[in-house]
């Protein structure tokens, strides 16, 4: 069994920055084995791929409308992935979930989710 657990979310006017961190753990869940990604859902929208890190970093993938604001990436050590986001919008509010498995921008593809951290960006 696997536990997610984000972090780091909160209140940001636009133009603003968050960093949120996703701390994996499990007595038999190897972190670096896995992609992890995370994803979006704001009210009333269907949850959405915002990016995903495979397990050395090496392939990384974000979703268009975050693209050149968000940076993903993950260490392994420690069993973190974390979400740098830069210049956010309104239209990045949103509850923000780390997921666990071994797909890229599918919602489908992964096995295991956190319960979410809400991120709020005022105009």
């Known amino acids: 069994q696997v536990q997610l657990v984000e972090s780091g979310g909160g209140l940001v006017q636009a133009g603003g920055s968050l960093r949120l961190s996703c701390k994996a753990s499990?007595?038999?869940?190897?972190?670096?084995?896995?992609?992890m990604g995370w994803f979006r859902q704001a009210p009333g929208k269907e949850r959405e791929f915002v990016a995903a890190?495979?397990?050395?970093?090496?392939?990384?993938y974000y979703a268009d409308s975050v693209k050149g604001r968000f940076i993903i990436s993950r260490d392994n050590a420690k069993n973190t992935v974390d979400l740098q986001m830069n210049s956010l919008k309104p239209e990045d509010t949103a509850v923000y979930y780390c997921?666990?498995?071994?797909?890229?921008?599918?919602?489908?593809?992964?096995?295991?989710w956190g319960q979410g951290t809400q991120v709020t960006v005022s105009p």
């Open positions: 890190i495979n397990w050395n970093g090496g392939q990384i």
């Open positions: 499990g007595r038999t869940f190897s972190f670096s084995s896995y992609t």
């Open positions: 997921a666990a498995g071994g797909g890229r921008v599918s919602a489908d593809e992964y096995g295991a």
